[in-house]
């Protein structure tokens, strides 16, 4: 007997295949010969040189895919050195601490210009020594993970951190929101445990983290104070949604259970009355 394999195996074949290629750590997998010319031949270079390279694959960049070139231009397939950073492709010199905003802000455009606009900014533009988005997110070279304020806003680094006068209050209410925003997901993931719609709750919390993290980039009092007061309402009321989403999700187990109940006892009934009726 030959066994046939179920037409749909195939199909979970490719959709096991896609799965794991989406897998976070799928990165990883990819094969070393189809990295960029940078990273094969920058690993094989000195020191200071070669060190951008591990500390790079440890970061969030390349976690999304943002490769040497993302940053630094250039072309990735060029073998030459001399080719592969030529000013033709693109390649950009290390930027100065005064074009570190533009440089960074090709992707980070909202971050940047909010920095432009903010403390640093404006004190950058005057020719003041500020910290700059590297100062802050490159203490650890190219290893930029995400970001936990308590590693950024300390005592070693903060006396560059111009405009972030009082770092521990600054650093406080930066706790304060992550706790918010900690309790928010917790109570949206509660609700969609329970079978409840909460796309529109976690795209709330996100677009609630995204401008709050615009408000911290200025660096002030002045907007910071405000942005805090809008960031706790706006959490609050993704939170209370998703307390009430639970709450409709209890209620309708509840009134399940108790249709499924009235249904078990009509069953029972109708049983009992055609066993008296024989
Ligand atoms: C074949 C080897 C080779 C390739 C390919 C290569 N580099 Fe380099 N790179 C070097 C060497 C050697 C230096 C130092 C001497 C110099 O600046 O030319 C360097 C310097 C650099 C610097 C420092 C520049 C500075 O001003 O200090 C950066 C940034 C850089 N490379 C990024 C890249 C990127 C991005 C790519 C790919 C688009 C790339 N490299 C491709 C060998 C290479
Ligand atoms: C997120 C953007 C970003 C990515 C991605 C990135 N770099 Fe850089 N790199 C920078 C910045 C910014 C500097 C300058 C740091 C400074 O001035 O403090 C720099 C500096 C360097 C330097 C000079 C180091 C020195 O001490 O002079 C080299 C070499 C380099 N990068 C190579 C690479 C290579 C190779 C990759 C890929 C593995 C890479 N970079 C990926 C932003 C990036
Ligand atoms: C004075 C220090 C400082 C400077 C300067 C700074 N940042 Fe940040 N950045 C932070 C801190 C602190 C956080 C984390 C806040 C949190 O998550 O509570 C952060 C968070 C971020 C994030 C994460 C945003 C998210 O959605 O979670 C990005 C991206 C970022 N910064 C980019 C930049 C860029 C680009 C620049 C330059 C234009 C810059 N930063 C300048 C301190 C700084
Ligand atoms: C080519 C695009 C690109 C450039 C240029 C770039 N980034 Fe990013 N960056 C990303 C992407 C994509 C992510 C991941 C998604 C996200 O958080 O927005 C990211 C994430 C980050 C984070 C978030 C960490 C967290 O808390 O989640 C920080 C901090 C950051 N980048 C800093 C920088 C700094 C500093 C520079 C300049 C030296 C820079 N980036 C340049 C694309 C870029």
Same mark, same amino acid.
């Not at 806003?153 to 706790?175: F, I, K, M, Y």
């Given at each position: $007997?030959?066994? /046939? ?6 199909? !979970? ?13 799928? %990165? ?5 010969? @189809?990295?960029?010319? &940078? ?16 500390? =790079?694959?440890? #970061?969030?960049?390349?976690?999304? *895919? ?12 060029? !073998?030459?050195?001399?080719? #592969?950073?030529?000013? *033709? ?7 100065? =601490?005064?074009? $570190? ?5 090709? &992707? ?13 900014? /404006? ?7 500020? @910290?700059?988005?590297?100062? &802050? ?19 070693? /680094? ?9 770092? !521990? #209050?600054?650093? %406080? /209410? ?12 917790? !109570? ?14 976690? %795209? ?6 995204? #401008? ?52 078990? $006892? ?13």
């Amino acid at each position: $007997m030959t066994r /046939r394999l179920h037409p749909l195996w195939g199909l !979970q074949l490719v959709w096991a295949l896609l799965l794991a290629a989406a897998a976070p750590g799928a %990165a990883q997998l990819l094969d070393p010969e @189809a990295e960029s010319t &940078c990273i094969t031949c920058h690993e094989q270079e000195e020191e200071e040189l070669a060190v951008p390279v591990p500390e =790079w694959r440890e #970061s969030v960049h390349a976690l999304h *895919e943002v490769s040497c070139d993302g940053c630094h231009g250039g072309d990735p397939r060029e !073998q030459d050195a001399d080719l #592969s950073m030529s000013e *033709e492709a693109g390649f950009l010199d290390n930027p100065s =601490w005064t074009e $570190m905003t533009d440089y960074c802000g090709v &992707c980070h455009e909202g971050i940047a210009e909010s920095y432009r606009l903010g403390y640093l900014g /404006r004190n950058l533009r005057e020719g003041v020594r500020v @910290a700059t988005c590297a100062t &802050c997110h490159m203490a650890d070279g190219h290893r930029i993970v995400e970001s936990r304020p308590e590693e950024i806003l300390t005592a070693e /680094r903060c006396p560059h951190c111009l405009g972030v006068d009082d770092p !521990q #209050s600054e650093l %406080a /209410r930066l706790h304060e929101v992550r706790a918010l925003e900690l309790a928010t997901a917790a !109570q949206v993931r509660a609700a969609g445990d329970k079978g409840m719609d909460v796309m529109g709750l976690d %795209a709330g919390r996100r677009a609630a983290h995204a #401008s709050w993290m615009l408000s911290v980039h200025r660096f002030h009092d002045e907007f910071i104070e405000p942005a805090l007061r809008v960031a706790r309402a706006e959490l609050a009321e993704v939170r209370s949604t998703a307390i009430e989403y639970e709450r409709r999700a209890d209620e309708r187990r509840r009134y399940g259970a108790v249709v499924l109940g009235a249904l078990g $006892m009509l069953l029972v009934s109708l049983v009992l009355m055609r066993r008296a009726s024989k």
